[in-house]
T-cell receptor
Framework: AQSVAQPEDQVNVAEGNPLTVKCTYS??????LFWYVQYPNRGLQFLLK??????LVKGSYGFEAEFNKSQTSFHLKKPSALVSDSALYFC???????????FGGGTRVLVKP | GAVVSQHPSWVICKSGTSVKIECRSL??????MFWYRQFPKQSLMLMAT?????????EQGVEKDKFLINHASLTLSTLTVTSAHPEDSSFYIC????????????FGPGTRLLVL
């Protein structure tokens, strides 16, 4: 079985400060890891993914994430947060061989001016 | 590229009626489409996986006779909520995988259903 944990329900950060959203996962075999962002009453927008290769993955809107196999983590980061980054962020995982995506519970990010 | 649309974006219906939601991949052929349900302030729950031309695979606990899924073409999947009841009120989101990049799911904007 595969699972994802996002330990923080909400993250508050001041605009211009670094933003980190935590994610840990559990999966059999090699993981495919994803981050999505959701704005109110909208679907999910793809930010980035890790499949293989470099552990540091760069994605849309200045976001990046680091795959850490030993800690089974895939934390999302942005060096300087913007007010417009305020949204709901979902981490997701799937097994390499399957197509079923399992989502974490989501972390609400609030960036204050 | 990889744009997914849903129609309608919101719908209000009376209890006992059926509602059809369409999910379209606009600029790619989607070999697989997924239907999710999202309750307020909660994560996404996978309802079913559909492949073009074959029967959908439903997740445990999802009634296949209540949530009818049809994937008639490589760009269109439909979800019909039959005999809707207030407890079916939710945000329904579809996603699709691109044929040449099968691991990434691209999501539609969602459909909010309110059953009175």
């Amino acid at each position: 079985a595969q699972s994802v944990a996002q330990p923080e329900d909400q993250v508050n950060v001041a605009e211009g400060n670094p933003l980190t959203v935590k994610c840990t996962y559990s999966v059999s075999g090699n993981p495919y890891l994803f981050w999505y962002v959701q704005y109110p009453n909208r679907g999910l927008q793809f930010l980035l993914k890790y499949i293989t290769g470099d552990n540091l993955v760069k994605g849309s809107y200045g976001f990046e994430a680091e795959f850490n196999k030993s800690q089974t983590s895939f934390h999302l980061k942005k060096p300087s947060a913007l007010v417009s980054d305020s949204a709901l962020y979902f981490c997701a995982v799937k097994e390499a061989a399957g197509n079923k995506l399992t989502f974490g519970g989501g972390t609400r990010v609030l960036v204050k001016p | 590229g990889a744009v997914v649309s849903q129609h309608p974006s919101w719908v209000i219906c009376k209890s006992g009626t059926s509602v059809k939601i369409e999910c379209r991949s606009l600029d790619f052929q989607a070999t697989t489409m997924f239907w999710y349900r999202q309750f307020p302030k909660q994560s996404l729950m996978l309802m079913a996986t559909s492949n073009e031309g074959s029967k959908a695979t439903y997740e445990q606990g999802v009634e296949k006779d209540k949530f009818l899924i049809n994937h008639a073409s490589l760009t269109l999947s439909t979800l019909t909520v039959t005999s809707a009841h207030p407890e079916d009120s939710s945000f329904y989101i579809c996603s699709a995988t691109h044929g040449t990049e099968g691991e990434t799911q691209y999501f539609g904007p969602g459909t909010r259903l309110l059953v009175l």
